[in-house]
């Protein structure tokens, strides 16, 4: 404390104060009176503001001779500092508030402790203080990344650091007032000379804090109003707060969000952890655990402590028991760390709305949501929805993104699982069979009628379900909520709801063509060809299975595959009476003969396909064929022939009484046009090839259809450009051409793309 504040609460002046006085008397500078003392000058001026209340007798002695002090005020001075020496030993800090001891094998968050070094030297506005504030869900390890780092930062803050546990997630935080009595006890001030009220102490708190440098660790905040009175305001000294609580009320602080460790740095703790016992481990293995842990410290901990306390327990079978998702978060127990008590204490902050949602939650299928899906899911609505997730998210339990979605850490999910087991109601286990697996399938299949003909919009949008306003809007949906339709789909499967299954699986056929590399195509019409089965209808089957063809033609294409499931859908079809089917598996049949070579027969079976597409007046099918017949014709190195039969296809397209569905015409006429600029460029023709390509490429790019037919078309496109010497056109073309096979799975096609853009000089 400053003399005057010594005086205000003692009465009388201190040691400093009578110090700085006769020195004034006697018209000295510190700079002399050192001189003539043999005291340093740093020394005196700490002595003046009261920083060394009570220096040693001789030294006293020293400065009293300097002054030429009488005997009475020699024995003041004298008694004066064996006041302050005595005051000193009394009130100095004794161990109240003292930093944990730093764990030994902490390991990474170096970025993190960057940023603790960057705020410990901030500079800041006079009268703002610098606070820190770290936030994170259960298990992270704020408190000991902030220890860690506090102890790391020690030596700046010469007059103490602090730590304070404020007991946040408990059913009784501490009140600011004990807090502030614990700090100022902590920083010297003796117990009669705290003030009474949380104001008062604030205030007192603060002063001392201006003329200090100390370091105040505020561990597990509960809320703003708890720790807006133990924050500095202005000075040297620095504020350090942890919290699972978000405290966005909080103002002007620097905050710090702890994520997951990723794997690499996770395995590292976990080794650090296991000592050396982890030479014994196959490096493998604890990698899987660390995965399995979700890079979460105190679940590595807790995983780390059960293997270094049983030197017999292999780590790969330890692995194997985490992998069964029934029996993983029981396996996260050590001693009297249980991940689940972490979870549980934030659990037991929300009120009974929020735990209801947070149980339903955890059956949403895939592994994020938006918030209309948690409005079925917790079957509230959307307006209660939104209160109730933003808590969840402020403690940690949920974790959001700017898309506006919500998303569980795996280990959460879990514990929210184990909270819908014990603790559901009826209505509880039954939100997802009966609200949340139906809403999906139907929300689904609106969304794919978008894009099938004689579909699009909605003549009556069902009030129950998003409104999706066009087909950028049904795009998204179904790209962004895949993993759960796709979920629901299996669910549905699983308990028997047929109709339901095959409706969404039919629906989807239009939509797959513009997202033709999406990995799930295969499970999907598999599980439509089963629900077909199981509904006993044979065309539907067929269709099914003929979608199931048109998966392992599109590249890397399985040309065995395509045959088996055309030929089992044309069996289904002929038994059904199913024109349209038969035709269909004719033409997947020749896309699978061109592939194994055999371009005689494959010509026969389009052609055969095409004239039934014609005789049964669906143009749209037919101009279909046309594009297999022309590529048959071209794999036998007709291009001439190819040529035209691609021309041929764009007349019926340009031809407004063909009445071919627009939204049809508007896919198929991009990939029309990249099919004749290849044609033009084997027969020589590169000015021509080169702007017919380039247009279907820009027709695809408005589309935002990117797939084999865009790389092909590019890397066709990027040889053309570079034969006429336009070598740095050509280079951006392969380059784009790689992306695009790269995104496609084609990893051949694309290591291919890059060494000839390389080349391309």
Known sequence: MRPEEVAA?????????????????????????????????????????????????????????????????????????????LRDHWTRPSGMCELPRVIADFTGRSAELVWIGEL?????????????LITGSAGLGKTTFAVRAAHTVRASFPDGVLFLDLLGMSSHPVPADEALRSVLQALGVADPQIPDGAESRA?????????????VVLDNAASEEQVRPLLPAGGTSRALITTRRLLAGLEGVRRLVLGPMPV??????????????????????LTRLSELCGGLPLALRIIGNRLASRPGWDAGELAARLADEERRLDQFTAGDLRIANAFGMSYEQLADQARSLFRRLADVPGPDFDAALAAVAGAMPVKEVWDA?????????????????????????????????????AADRAARAELVVPWLLRTATMAGRWFEPGYGRPERPD?????????????????????????????????????????????????????????????????????AAALGDPAQQATQLNYLAWVHWVPPSDPHAVMRYAAEALELATAGGAAAQIAWSHQYSAAALRMLGRPDEAIASAEGAAETFRSMGDIDAYVQSLASIGGSLRAEGRHAEALETFRTGLAVMADEESRMTPTVMTQCRPLALIRVGQC?????????????????????????????????????????????????????????????????????????CRLLGTAAV
């Open 120 to 132: 410990v030297y901030a500079e800041s506005a006079p009268g703002v203080g610098v606070i820190g």
């Open 680 to 752: 033009l460029g084997e027969l020589g023709r590169s000015a021509e090839a080169i702007a017919t390509l380039t247009e279907g490429i820009a027709l695809l790019d408005a589309l935002r259809l990117s797939g084999f037919w865009l790389a092909e078309g590019l890397e066709t496109l990027a040889a053309l450009l570079a034969a006429e010497g336009r070598a740095a056109e050509s280079r951006d073309r392969y380059a784009r051409a790689a992306r695009v096979f790269e995104e496609a799975g084609d990893a051949e096609a694309s290591r291919r």
């Open 463 to 531: 009030p129950e379900l998003p409104v999706l306003a066009s087909v950028e809007d049904a795009d998204r949906w179904l790209r962004m909520n895949v993993d759960n339709w796709l979920g629901a789909l299996r669910i549905a499967a699983g308990d028997g709801r047929h109709a339901l299954v095959l409706d969404c699986a039919e629906s989807m056929h239009w939509f797959s063509d513009r997202w033709a590399h999406g990995p799930h195509w295969r499970e999907v019409f598999t599980l439509g060809s089963e629900a």
């Open 203 to 215: 205030s007192l708190y603060r002063s001392i804090l201006r003329e200090r440098r100390v370091l």
């Open 264 to 285: 690499p740095e996770a395995t590292r703790l976990l080794t650090g952890i296991l000592g050396e016992r982890a030479a014994t481990d196959d490096e493998a293995d």
């Open 389 to 425: 997730l933003d808590d969840l998210v402020d403690l940690g339990l949920l974790q959001d993104s700017t898309a506006g979605r919500y998303r569980f850490h795996d280990l959460v999910r879990l514990f929210a699982r184990e909270r819908l087991r014990e603790e559901g109601t």
């Open 9 to 85: 609460i003692t009465g009388h002046p201190g040691f400093g104060e009578v110090l700085r006085r006769h020195r004034r008397e006697a018209r000295l500078t510190l700079e002399q009176l050192a001189e003539a003392s043999g005291v340093s000058a740093r020394t005196l001026s700490d002595m003046e503001r009261g920083r060394s209340r009570g220096p040693q007798q001789r030294t006293v002695t020293a400065l009293a001779d300097a002054l030429v002090l009488g005997d009475d005020a020699r024995a003041e001075l004298l008694g004066l500092a064996r006041e302050g020496r």
